[in-house]
């Protein structure tokens, strides 16, 4: 039998940011977020730096923050790829820095899963500044 997550903590349960992420940020590879947290819910919108997408498209950028920590996903939708990042802010010299991992996905046709889904997952990490 499948238990629901009815007692899994609510997200008013879970403690409140701590910092003020609101804001445009930027990674090392000019990626691009705008941001806003209203109680933990993270929205905004994201411009990917690199990769297939052209710099001007924007996605849609959901996700959650407590304390200092934030994660986030953006669904590159036509590009077939899913990518969430986690992390934490933190200073450095003045700056305040969110330092996050991040793990992408990309759709591989159920033909070409057999041979082509072990490469179809990448990782790495960004460091995004205001």
Not at 73 to 100: C, H, P
């Amino acid at each position: 039998m499948i238990k629901h997550f009815s007692s899994v903590s609510k997200l008013g349960s879970v403690p409140a940011p701590s910092v003020n992420f609101d804001g445009t940020w930027k990674n090392q590879l000019k990626s691009e977020m705008a941001i806003k947290v209203d109680g933990g819910k993270v929205t905004g919108r994201y411009r990917a730096g690199v990769g297939t997408p052209r710099a001007a498209e924007e996605f849609d950028l959901v996700g959650f923050a407590s304390g200092d920590q934030i994660s986030f996903t953006v669904n590159f939708g036509k590009y077939g790829t899913l990518t969430s990042w986690v992390g934490q802010l933190t200073t450095e010299a003045g700056t305040e820095i969110i330092k996050t991992m991040w793990i992408l996905s990309e759709n591989v046709p159920d033909p070409e899963e057999p041979k082509k889904l072990w490469g179809s997952v990448l990782t790495g990490s960004a460091n995004f500044v205001r």
